[in-house]
Structure formats: C-alpha cells, structure tokens
C-alpha cells in the first residue's frame, strides 16, 4: 500500500500539479500504515531471535536502520539535484521490494491458535478494541514499562519537533545548509554504526544496563540540546558521540522489553507503546 501511495505521489508530483490539502491526506494515510507496520514488526521480529542473542539481533537491525539513515543526507543531495519526485519513485520501488521479500519469511507463532479460540468468539471491532484495552492495562499493571512508555513518548513528541526545524535552521544559517546538514547527520548515522557494532561484539552485564541507559539518556538529551549553538566541527563530533549513545540506548531498552514481554502481549504492547 505504501508503494502504491509513494508512486502516485511521485507521478502527480512530476506533473507540477500539488495541493496542501491532499499531501497531508498523503501523509496521514503513510503514517497510519507505518505505525500499523511497526507494530507488527516489533511483535513479529523477536518470535526470530534465538534465545539469548537479543542484543546481538537488535545490534544488527540497529545497523540496518543505521544504513537507511545514511539515505537522509544522500536523498537531501538528490532532492537538490533532482527534486522530490524521483526520489518518491525510488521510495515506491523500495516499499514493494521490502514487501516481497517479507512475504518469503518462515516462523511459527505458536500462540496464535491461542488468540484465534478467543478471536473467534468476538465481532472483530470488539477484538481490535479488547486488544487495545489489554494493551494499556499491560502497560499500567507493570511499571517499569509504563515508565519506559511514558519517557519515550515526550521523547518522540520532542525528537519530532526539533527534526522538523533541523534542516530548515540548517539552510536558513549556513550558505550550503543542505551539505552542513549532510555532513553533521553523517556523524550520527556513523555514530550509529560503529556503536552498532561494538554491541554485536560485546555483551553489557545485566546488572550494569540499567545505568548505563540512566547515562545515555541523559547524555543524549544535553547532546541534542546543544550541538546546534557550537561550531560545525564540534557539531560534528556531537553528533557522532549521540549517534553512539542513541544506539546504546536503543539496542538497551529493546532487546530488554521485547526479552521480557510475552510473545502473545508483545502485538498489545507495542501497540499500547
């Protein structure tokens, strides 16, 4: 669906033709089906992980999205070489080559005959919304999680606002800002990649994680604060050291929620997450 919607955006588009009103449509509908992915995706993804390798697997999809990162600053030199369009149709042509390639994925969900037996005595509004309300009740009876939750939604609301002012600040202060705002992403996106790997490579105690993420946390939220009142280089090697402690953080708190979950909550929670 998203390919769908990615190419009739790329082929309107490249008519000239644009209208406020349906872009947003446009949007709204490929944020719905990106949250609705998402969730499935975090459920479904450790169900393929062997036991004890959490940190190892989420290591790995953290480089994974690491390399996709890089693509922001490539796809901000296209977009000024090219304009949005072409860069819509690869965008359409990588959503359907994704879908493909994930319908070729093998697992047994030995909990679904469970869920279906409950499922089936339900009208499927009803489910949906029992599913949600399961959710939430998850998150409020355990409080580790909730506070997880909690922290991480004023963090994604604050992370979407200021990634939505980064780059026109960029090319509002520097002549050039698109390439400035290139090279200093780059540092996270490499950031990213090398702390990816050292947490393929090494195992953090369990007994020392829970500080260790206290210390990202915060680290990351003055690295953020901070870096664009500095100088272009001491940008750069801010940005390089959040790239490295936002991995840390990430590959932390997922590897641990979705250990701990259990396989039959863990759609529930992410959606209520």
Request: proline letters at 3%; charged letters at 15%.
């Amino acid at each position: 669906m998203s390919s769908i919607l990615y190419g009739a955006a790329a082929y309107v588009l490249s008519t000239g033709w644009f209208n406020f009103p349906s872009f947003a449509v446009l949007v709204f509908l490929v944020g719905t089906i990106h949250s609705i992915y998402m969730v499935a995706y975090q459920s479904f993804y450790p169900l393929l992980i062997t036991e004890g390798n959490f940190s190892k697997a989420y290591s790995i999809a953290s480089v994974l999205e690491t390399l996709a990162v890089v693509m922001v600053p490539v796809s901000t030199f296209v977009y000024k070489q090219v304009g949005i369009s072409p860069l819509l149709a690869v965008n359409a042509l990588c959503f359907f080559l994704a879908a493909v390639m994930e319908t070729q994925i093998r697992t047994t969900e030995k909990y679904i005959d469970v869920q279906k037996k409950s499922e089936d005595a339900q009208h499927r509004i009803r489910q949906v919304l029992s599913d949600i309300h399961e959710g939430f009740n998850y998150l409020r009876k355990d409080k580790g999680l909730l506070a997880i939750a909690a922290y991480f939604t004023f963090s994604a609301l604050i992370y979407g606002v200021s990634n939505v002012l980064t780059l026109p600040y960029f090319r509002k202060t520097f002549s050039n800002g698109e390439y400035v705002y290139m090279v200093v992403m780059g540092a996270s996106v490499a950031g990213r990649a090398i702390g990816g790997g050292m947490h393929y490579r090494m195992r953090i105690p369990a007994e020392r994680k829970f500080m260790i993420a206290m210390f990202v946390y915060l680290g990351t939220s003055v690295l953020d604060g901070i870096y664009l009142f500095t100088p272009i280089p001491v940008m750069f090697i801010l940005m390089l050291f959040s790239g490295l402690l936002g991995v840390t953080s990430w590959t932390i708190r997922i590897s641990a929620t979705q250990a701990y979950v259990p396989d039959e909550k863990k759609g529930r929670f992410n959606g209520a997450f």
